[in-house]
């Protein structure tokens, strides 16, 4: 009950086995946790047949309906926290994260004095590859535009692959996270952040999907625009810390 991998899911039947087999043939006692929005392609049946192979390491959590990948994670943290969880990470489902990097997050977490790790593509070593040049630019883009709004010392603040302590998990107000999309994952690190635990960033190879089709959204794109700007506005209030803490 040591490490946990939350991987949100909609409408990934195409990759769910495999990403599942991946992470479990590490052999490094990761247990998963799926967290399905309803998807209508059957990702949920998947998962319930291969719980039959993996008893005790695999998860599933489903909820009605498209509901955003924050609360997804949300729901993932408040489940891995119930159950005693030490090391809880965040992962795609589409091989764009290499599970392989897992063991490097960990170590990162458990052995280097991290508390939160973050799977970046901007540091020194990171980098994207198979990545049509209009998301580049706007992963890019966003990640220049955080930092100097934010003054956060992230060069990748909207990297979705990430391990976090528990203690940090348990310092957060997690009710209080405010964005489902795009700014989620800014939100989390900018929170961590505030609350003064330390941030380190593992260089990683971002691969884009090979199969499936991306989420992304104008509609998502625009809540990490203004979301930025909300979260800065809020935490210069005294309030901020008291409402953000748990």
Same mark, same amino acid.
């Given at each position: 009950?040591?490490?946990?991998?939350? &991987?949100?899911?909609?409408?990934?039947?195409? =990759? &769910?086995?495999?990403?599942?087999? #991946?992470?479990?043939?590490?052999?490094?006692? %990761?247990?998963?946790?799926?967290?399905?929005?309803?998807? +209508?392609?059957?990702?949920?049946?998947?998962?319930?047949?291969?719980?039959?192979?993996?008893?005790?390491?695999?998860?599933?959590?489903?909820?009605? !309906?498209?509901?955003?990948?924050?609360?997804?994670?949300?729901?993932? %943290?408040?489940?891995?926290? #119930?159950?005693?969880?030490?090391?809880?990470?965040? *992962?795609?489902?589409?091989?764009?994260?290499?599970?392989?990097?897992?063991?490097?997050?960990?170590?990162?977490?458990?052995?280097?004095?991290?508390?939160?790790?973050?799977?970046?593509?901007?540091?020194? !070593?990171?980098?994207?590859? =198979? /990545? +049509?040049?209009?998301?580049?630019?706007?992963?890019?883009? #966003?990640?220049?535009?955080?930092?100097?709004? @934010?003054? *956060?010392?992230?060069?990748? +603040?909207?990297?979705?692959?990430?391990?976090?302590?528990?203690?940090?998990?348990?310092?957060?107000?997690?009710?209080?996270?405010? %964005?489902?999309?795009?700014?989620?994952?800014?939100?989390?690190? %900018? @929170?961590?952040?505030?609350?003064?635990?330390?941030?380190?960033?593992?260089?990683?190879?971002?691969?884009?999907?090979?199969?499936?089709?991306?989420?992304?959204?104008?509609?998502?794109?625009?809540? !990490? &625009?203004?979301?930025?700007?909300? &979260?800065? /506005?809020?935490?210069?209030?005294?309030?901020?810390?008291?409402?953000?803490?748990?």
């Amino acid at each position: 009950m040591e490490k946990l991998v939350i &991987i949100p899911t909609y409408n990934e039947k195409d =990759n &769910i086995r495999n990403i599942i087999d #991946a992470v479990l043939s590490l052999k490094e006692n %990761f247990h998963i946790l799926i967290v399905d929005d309803g998807s +209508p392609d059957g990702t949920g049946n998947i998962v319930k047949e291969l719980q039959q192979q993996h008893p005790g390491e695999l998860f599933l959590e489903e909820r009605s !309906g498209k509901q955003g990948l924050g609360t997804a994670y949300i729901h993932g %943290f408040k489940w891995a926290l #119930a159950r005693g969880y030490r090391y809880i990470f965040e *992962m795609d489902a589409d091989f764009s994260h290499n599970p392989k990097d897992l063991t490097r997050l960990y170590h990162a977490c458990a052995n280097e004095g991290a508390d939160v790790a973050v799977g970046s593509r901007y540091v020194k !070593g990171g980098k994207t590859e =198979n /990545w +049509p040049w209009d998301r580049a630019v706007l992963s890019y883009g #966003a990640s220049i535009y955080v930092g100097m709004i @934010t003054w *956060m010392p992230v060069k990748d +603040p909207t990297a979705g692959f990430v391990c976090y302590s528990n203690r940090v998990l348990e310092a957060i107000n997690l009710d209080q996270i405010q %964005f489902v999309g795009y700014a989620f994952q800014i939100e989390m690190k %900018f @929170t961590a952040w505030k609350l003064g635990f330390r941030i380190k960033e593992v260089p990683i190879t971002f691969k884009d999907r090979k199969e499936g089709y991306s989420k992304m959204s104008k509609g998502i794109v625009k809540e !990490g &625009i203004l979301g930025v700007l909300k &979260i800065q /506005w809020q935490s210069l209030f005294r309030n901020y810390k008291r409402r953000v803490t748990n």
